[in-house]
């Protein structure tokens, strides 16, 4: 593996219109989060509020983390940190209450609209796990830390690796219907 060129932010970001494809590499990081100020506060699920954070009108709201590996557009290992109802039930359903590993399926997530206005839409078709992104997954604790998000820091340990990835063909039995 070789070191990606930073240039591109570490984390999965969409606008109006985008669509990118996302493969799960890590178990979620759950909590709460709340903007105030114009930054980003997250505490664990059975914590509380951090100490010195600023008052603030807007209600905390359950979110999730993972570490992903984004296949389009600025491709490579990303930090996908939400916290959309519809995208969190729409996962619940895909994933069938655990029946089916978050890991099997590549997700094709897209946005559409602003603000109050955004729709959220995610499909995924069970592909197998790459070889290459299994290997990344086995380490990926030395690259990225999710629980530092509950500081307020970079989850990104040091530079994260290129990696390179081979699709495997999806079986027929793999289909999702």
């Given at each position: 593996m070789q070191t990606a060129d930073n240039s591109g932010s570490p984390f999965v970001k969409l606008q109006d219109g985008d669509t990118v494809q996302l493969r799960i590499l890590s178990q979620p990081l759950m909590g709460w989060e709340q903007f105030a100020d114009g930054k980003p506060y997250r505490w664990k699920p059975d914590g509380s509020k951090p100490e010195g954070?600023?008052?603030?009108?807007?209600?905390?709201?359950?979110?999730?983390a993972f570490v992903v590996?984004?296949?389009?557009?600025?491709?490579?290992?990303?930090?996908?940190?939400f916290t959309q109802q519809t995208i969190i039930k729409q996962l619940e359903v895909l994933f069938e209450g655990g029946k089916h590993h978050w890991s099997s399926f590549v997700i094709n997530l897209r946005r559409k609209g602003a603000g109050l206005d955004t729709t959220w839409t995610v499909i995924g078709t069970m592909v197998p796990l790459e070889d290459s992104l299994i290997e990344f997954a086995t380490k990926a604790e030395d690259y990225i830390d999710l629980s530092a998000l509950y500081m307020g820091d970079s989850p990104i340990i040091q530079p994260?690796?290129?990696i390179s990835v081979e699709r495997k063909e999806s079986q027929p039995n793999d289909l999702p219907f």
């Open positions: 954070m600023p008052d603030s009108s807007e209600r905390p709201r359950p979110f999730l590996y984004q296949y389009t557009d600025d491709q490579g290992v990303k930090i996908w940190s994260l690796p290129s």
